[in-house]
Nanobody
Framework: VQLVESGGGLVQAGGSLNVSCVAF????????MGWYRQSPGKGREAVAI????????IYLDSVKGRFTISRDFTKKTVHLQMNSLKPEETATYYC????????WGQGIKVPVAS
């Protein structure tokens, strides 16, 4: 599967941003998908994961109540709505598909200005 992300860009602290990821594959998107992020000098961390059925969802504790992950199976797209963004959440955000083999998007930069 090939993943293509879109929607990154500069946002002010407290602002919102929606990032999207389109999965190009021949199947029915029956695998977990999610978003990870990596800040400068830090490791990659899982932000939000959606199970293959779109029902089982896990969020990083620090984003609960502010971020929402959703899937559109018709368009093979997964979205991440991010609200009340903080400067420390400046990172490159990566789309992930738990396919076999697993797949990663190219990453999109989300700078959050203070």
């Amino acid at each position: 599967v090939q993943l293509v992300e879109s929607g990154g860009g500069l946002v002010q602290a407290g602002g919102s941003l929606n990032v999207s990821c389109v999965a190009f594959d021949d199947g029915s998107m029956v695998y977990d998908m999610g978003w990870y992020r990596q800040s400068p000098g830090k490791g990659r961390e899982a932000v939000a994961i959606s199970g293959w059925d779109g029902e089982r969802i896990i969020y990083l504790d620090s984003v609960k109540g502010r971020f929402t992950i959703s899937r559109d199976f018709t368009k093979k797209t997964v979205h991440l709505q991010m609200n009340s963004l903080k400067p420390e959440e400046t990172a490159t955000y990566y789309c992930y598909a738990n396919e076999s083999p697993s797949a990663w998007g190219q990453g999109i930069k989300v700078p959050v200005a203070s």
